[in-house]
């Protein structure tokens, strides 16, 4: 048989893979729900303005944001999913939030981990970490 024969069963092959392993992870991109709401505090204690940490986007591009906040403040948001693991990192250039989170019937399930530019003198501090759920909600208006 021709070499042309063999890429073609091939692609047939790796695409057949792709697909099988596209359908074991859960779609991604869209619109969450963040409970409880990430905090700019590292206690994890809503504070004023915290509500606008409740809301999540992750778009197709590997960008993330938080739609009641100006784009600015998520530049260097992003998600990416390995294996079954979806991670997630929210940050707005002085604290933010990295999540790791496995598939759940309505979104995703896992810990959140404070995340910040203060150097703590003294060492022994660890970074708070909580669990947190996004649940998938309409990308309407809220």
């Not at 024969?5 to 729900?33: K, M």
């Not at 939030?97 to 995703?108: A, C, I, K, V, Y």
Request: hydrophobic share 40%; charged share 20%; proline share 6%.
């Amino acid at each position: 048989m021709s070499a042309k024969f063999y890429s073609v069963i091939l692609a047939f092959a790796l695409f057949g893979i792709s697909q099988a392993c596209a359908q074991d992870i859960p779609e991604v991109v869209g619109c969450y729900l963040a409970e409880p709401a990430l905090t700019y505090s590292a206690a994890g204690n809503l504070e004023r303005g915290d509500s606008s940490w409740s809301r999540a986007e992750l778009l197709a591009d590997g960008t993330a944001r938080r739609p009641l906040l100006k784009a600015r403040y998520d530049r260097g948001s992003t998600w990416r999913i390995e294996g079954d693991t979806l991670h997630v990192i929210f940050v707005d250039g002085l604290v933010g939030w990295r999540l790791q989170l496995t598939p759940s019937p309505d979104g995703w399930n896992g810990r959140a981990t404070y995340i910040t530019d203060v150097v703590v003198v003294g060492g022994g501090w660890s970074p708070p970490q909580h669990p947190i759920t996004l649940t998938r909600r309409s990308c309407g208006p809220t």
